[in-house]
């Protein structure tokens, strides 16, 4: 497994891979990897021959105050869980070599980033794709790996990739819970005990949501209730809950027979600000 810090390196080695044919599975990723990166990486092993891990943590998607800098890092741990998965090349950039100054490029998505994270978290989608941009044209992969997780995020990049004619294809993976349902994240760790525990309500919610539209309840309003009432059982402080489609993450005033989609929520449980959400098709 090749560790590579160099922008013209990484694309030196890319370049002799791609003449020899081979097919490049890439993983973008922000480190702390847990089971939900590696089911990424196990997927990009499977399709490909060759799989790139980039591991940066990009400072242009947080905003002020938000947790830049305790932003989980071990790259030790992170370099032997990749050598585990076969990884074969491993970016590791440093924020001088992503973004040497003065540095004035970024990459604005309209609409999609109106909703959902995007408005307690005003200009992360700007710094995801920008860096997401750069990272594709860096790694030329063939197929990019992302996490249903982050669901907003991938639909973004997916339009991306369609608006800026990347020659890349992407696949959206399903959500990595624990056995107690709690989503896998990075952020997790930022939990005190009592936290974790209670954070087991998410997915209680989404799963609550889903049986009241599988019952035949179409006000979204009226789930959206219900689903406030458990977490307001517990120390989680809601951000949002919404019920959106799944292509254009607008809200959904009204429930219809084969709509697709999202029930999403972002809840503060702490210092942790924790995401989940649940895709339904509505029958
Ligand atoms: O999902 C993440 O970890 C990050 O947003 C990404 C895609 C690696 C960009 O920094």
């Keep these: 497994m090749k560790i590579i810090s160099s922008i013209s390196r990484l694309r030196r080695e890319i370049d002799l891979l791609k003449r020899d044919g081979k097919r490049v599975g890439f993983v973008p990723t922000m480190g702390a990897l847990h089971e939900g990166h590696l089911s990424l990486i196990r997927r990009a092993r499977k399709d490909n021959d060759v799989v790139v891990v980039s591991i940066f943590v990009n400072p242009t998607?947080?905003?002020?105050?938000?947790d830049f800098s305790r932003y989980p890092r071990n790259f030790k741990r992170d370099r032997a869980l990749c050598r585990a998965e076969g990884v074969d090349?491993?970016?590791y950039p440093s924020t001088e070599e992503m973004y040497p100054q003065p540095y004035r490029t970024f990459v604005e998505i309209r609409e999609l980033d109106r909703h959902l994270c995007g408005r307690s978290r005003p200009g992360h989608f700007k710094g995801v794709c920008s860096v997401v941009a750069k990272l594709f044209?860096?790694?030329?992969?063939?197929?990019?790996?992302?996490?249903q997780k982050d669901i907003q995020q991938a639909i973004i990049i997916k339009q991306m990739i369609k608006d800026l004619n990347f020659p890349i294809k992407m696949k959206i993976?399903?959500?990595?819970r624990e056995k107690d349902g709690l989503a896998m994240s990075s952020?997790?760790?930022y939990l005190s005990e009592k936290?974790?525990?209670e954070a087991t309500v998410l997915y209680r919610s989404l799963c609550l949501a889903r049986d009241m539209i599988r019952k035949g309840e179409r006000r979204p309003g009226r789930i959206i209730k219900e689903m406030q009432g458990l977490i307001a059982g517990?120390?989680?402080r809601v951000d949002y809950?919404?019920?959106v489609d799944i292509e254009s993450l607008a809200p959904i005033k009204r429930l219809k027979e084969q709509d697709k989609i999202v029930v999403a929520l972002a809840v503060w449980f702490g210092k942790a600000r924790l995401i989940d959400n649940i895709i339904v098709t509505v029958r």
């Design 61 to 66: 998607q947080f905003g002020p105050g938000e």
């Design 173 to 176: 993976m399903p959500i990595i």
């Design 234 to 236: 517990t120390s989680g």
């Design 195 to 197: 936290e974790r525990r």
């Design 137 to 147: 044209n860096i790694v030329s992969p063939d197929i990019a790996y992302f996490g």
């Design 241 to 243: 809950i919404e019920i």
């Design 187 to 189: 952020r997790n760790a």
């Design 89 to 91: 090349i491993i970016f």
